[in-house]
C-alpha cells in the first residue's frame, strides 16, 4: 500500500540540498534491511515485524507481492542467481528462496540471533553477523552452505567490506571495537577501539577508510585500511544515536541514519562533512541506495514505514569534460638501486624530472598509505609509514622535489599488505610443493631462457636503456612467462591482476585531471604494460620520456 502517493517535483542542480522525499511506502511492521534486484526494478524489503519479505515494484513504489519468512526477518540479500536470502532473526538461521519462488529452497543454521546480511563479495559468498554467538559466517551462495566463521567481539552487527572483497570490518556493539578480517589470507588483522556501541558503517570509495556510525557517542569515525588506526571523525551535523552508514554508487555522498533524532545526515565524502539533515520516520534502522544512485531508501521501524528520497541531480553526476587530453608520460624506476646509482640516481632523477616539468607525479604508494607518508614528511621531514620507506626514490628524494617545485603527488598504486601476503604464501607453494614440482621446472627453465634471450646491450641502470624499446620486449618477454605460470595461482597480486589494479588508479587520475601533463612513476618492469595500455587513447597523448632524460654515455 502507498501511504503517501508521489509528490513534489525533482530536484535540480540549482537545489543541490534539497532530498525530496518521493513516497512513504506501507511494507509492513519494523521494516528493516532493503535489498535491490540487480536491474533495480524490484526491491525487497524485509518486514521483520510482520514476518515477511515484500516485494516492491520500484517503477510504481507499489507492493507487488510477499515472501513468508516467519521469526522476524532483519536482513535479506539479492543472491548472484537472481534468488534471495533472508535471516529468521528468531529461529537462528538463513533461508534462500530461488528465483520466482515462494518457498524456500534451502535453509542453513548460524546460531544465536543472524541479524542483516552484507555483501555478495566478490567471491560470491554473503557475511552473516550473529550476535549472540559473537561470530561472522561466510555464507557460499552457491551450494548455500556456511564454509567458515571468525570469532570477533561481543555482538556483533552488519559488517561491511573492502570492494575487491580482501578485508571485512565488523562492528562489535558491546565491546566498543570494529574487528578487522583478512578474507585472502583468513585470519583477524585488528581489532581497533573505537567508542560506546558501534553499529554499522561502510568502506567509503577506493577503499581508504572505513567509517563506522557510533551510536553510543553521536559520531562517524574513520578507520585507515592500511593501519587499521582511527584517523578522523564526523561530529557536527551527526544526530543523535547514529546507527550505519551507507554511500551513494558514484561515491560523492554517504548516509548516516540517526535512530534517536529520526532523521537522515548526509555526508560529502570529499570533504568530511555534513551538508544536511533529512527528517524521516521514527527510528530509521536501515538504508540502501537505488542502484542507479537516484534515491535512498529508509526503513523506520518506529513508523512502520519506508521513505524514498531523491538524491538531487548534482550530486550524481561525476562526468568530468575532456576538453583536451593530458600529457602522459612513464618513467620507469629502479627502487633500491637509485641511491648508488651512478647512471639513474637521484641527480638523474631530477635533471629528468625538471625537463619534464609535471604538474602531476603518480606515485607507486597505495592511496590509503598516502595521508601518513605525506604528514610524517610534512611534520618531521622523515617518511616513516611502512610501505613507502622501501622505495627511496620517494622517501628520500620526491617529497623535497614535489614541495621545490610544486608539482602535485597522487598515490596510484593498487598494492595491498593482504594481497602480498597471499602473494608471497601462494609462490612459496609453487616453489616448494611436490604437486607443483613439474610446473615449477618447467617455468623455471621457461623463464632462464626468456633472460638469456634478452640479455641487456649495456648498463642496465642507464635510463636510455631502461626507457627504450629493446628493454621493455626483454620484460615482457620474462614477464609473459611470470604471468602464464602465476597470475591466476597468485590471485589478486598476480602480475596481470596488480597491473589491472594500478591501471585502474592511473586511469582514473587521468581521467580527472584532462589537459595536465602527467608523469607516471612506477618500476621499469611495470612500463611496458602501462605503454600498451595508454597508446591509441583519445585522452592521453603519450609522450616519450628520451628527449628529457640527462646525456648518457651508455
Not at 29 to 53: K, T, W
Not at 140 to 158: A, H, I, K, Q, W
Not at 214 to 227: F, H, M, Q, W, Y
Not at 308 to 316: C, D, E, G, H, Q
Request: charged content about 25%.
Amino acid at each position: 500500500m502507498l501511504l503517501v502517493a508521489l509528490f513534489a517535483c525533482g530536484p535540480t542542480p540549482d537545489d543541490p540540498v534539497s532530498f525530496d522525499v518521493v513516497a512513504v511506502l506501507d511494507v509492513g511492521l519494523n521494516p528493516h534491511q532493503i535489498a535491490f534486484s540487480e536491474a533495480g526494478d524490484i526491491a525487497y524489503v524485509a518486514a521483520a515485524g510482520s514476518d515477511r519479505v515484500t516485494i516492491v515494484d520500484v517503477a510504481t513504489l507499489t507492493v507487488s507481492g510477499f515472501l513468508d519468512v516467519p521469526d522476524a526477518p532483519l536482513g535479506v540479500a539479492l543472491l548472484p542467481d537472481g534468488g534471495v536470502a533472508a535471516t529468521r532473526f528468531g529461529a537462528d538461521e538463513v533461508v534462500r528462496f530461488g528465483p520466482g519462488a515462494e518457498q524456500p529452497s534451502a535453509r542453513v543454521t548460524t546460531g544465536g540471533a543472524p541479524s542483516l546480511l552484507a555483501g555478495p563479495l566478490p567471491s560470491g559468498e554473503l557475511l552473516v553477523a550473529v550476535e549472540q554467538t559473537d561470530v561472522v559466517w561466510f555464507l557460499d551462495t552457491d551450494g548455500f552452505v556456511l564454509t567458515r566463521s571468525y570469532d570477533v567481539g561481543r555482538r556483533p552487527f552488519p559488517p561491511a567490506a573492502t570492494s575487491d572483497g580482501r578485508l571485512v570490518f565488523v562492528p562489535n556493539y558491546d565491546d566498543g571495537t570494529v574487528t578487522v578480517i583478512d578474507v585472502w589470507n583468513q585470519r583477524i588483522v585488528a581489532t581497533t577501539p573505537v567508542g560506546v556501541h558501534p553499529s554499522g558503517g561502510a568502506v567509503l570509495p577506493d577503499d581508504i577508510v572505513y567509517a563506522a556510525a557510533v551510536r553510543g557517542e553521536d559520531k562517524v569515525v574513520l578507520i585507515n585500511t592500511a593501519s587499521f588506526e582511527v584517523v578522523d571523525s564526523v561530529v557536527e551535523g551527526i544526530g543523535d544515536e547514529p546507527f550505519s552508514v551507507v554511500v551513494a554508487p558514484n561515491g560523492r555522498l554517504a548516509f548516516v541514519n540517526n535512530t534517536a533524532s529520526h532523521d537522515v545526515s548526509v555526508i560529502d565524502v570529499a570533504a568530511r562533512h555534513v551538508i544536511t539533515r533529512i527528517q524521516v520516520g521514527e527510528q530509521p534502522i536501515v538504508m540502501a541506495v537505488h542502484p542507479s544512485g537516484r534515491a535512498l531508501w529508509v526503513s523506520s521501524e518506529g513508523s512502520d514505514e519506508l521513505t524514498v528520497l531523491a538524491i538531487p541531480n548534482a550530486w550524481r553526476t561525476t562526468e568530468v569534460t575532456v576538453t583536451e587530453p593530458a600529457e602522459v608520460a612513464v618513467m620507469g624506476m629502479i627502487h633500491g638501486r637509485h641511491p648508488t646509482s651512478d647512471l639513474w640516481g637521484f641527480e638523474e632523477l631530477e635533471i629528468t624530472i625538471r625537463n619534464f616539468d609535471p604538474d602531476i607525479v603518480c606515485v607507486e604508494i597505495p592511496p590509503n598509505r598516502w595521508d601518513r607518508a605525506w604528514r610524517d614528511y610534512t611534520e618531521r621531514g622523515v617518511v616513516e609509514e611502512p610501505r613507502v620507506v622501501v622505495f627511496p626514490e620517494y622517501n628520500d628524494f620526491m617529497f623535497r622535489l614535489a614541495t621545490d617545485m610544486g608539482f602535485e603527488m597522487i598515490p596510484c598504486a593498487a598494492w595491498t599488505k593482504e594481497m602480498n601476503d597471499l602473494r608471497r604464501s601462494r609462490i612459496e607453494e609453487f616453489e616448494t610443493t611436490e604437486r607443483f614440482a613439474d610446473r615449477a621446472a618447467e617455468y623455471q627453465r621457461l623463464r632462464n631462457a626468456a633472460r638469456e634471450r634478452h640479455q641487456p646491450p649495456r648498463d642496465p641502470d642507464d635510463p636510455h636503456y631502461i626507457h627504450s624499446d629493446a628493454y621493455d620486449s626483454a620484460v615482457k618477454a620474462e614477464y609473459e612467462v611470470y604471468d602464464r605460470y602465476l597470475n591466476d595461482w597468485i590471485g589478486p597480486g598476480g602480475w596481470t591482476n596488480i597491473n589491472v589494479g594500478h591501471m585502474r588508479v592511473i586511469d582514473r587520475t587521468i581521467a580527472e585531471n584532462p589537459g595536465k601533463r602527467i608523469l607516471v612513476t612506477f618500476g621499469a618492469g611495470h612500463k611496458y604494460w602501462f605503454l600498451e595500455h595508454l597508446r591509441d587513447r583519445d585522452d592521453v597523448r603519450l609522450i616519450d620520456l628520451v628527449p628529457y632524460l640527462p646525456e648518457s654515455g651508455g
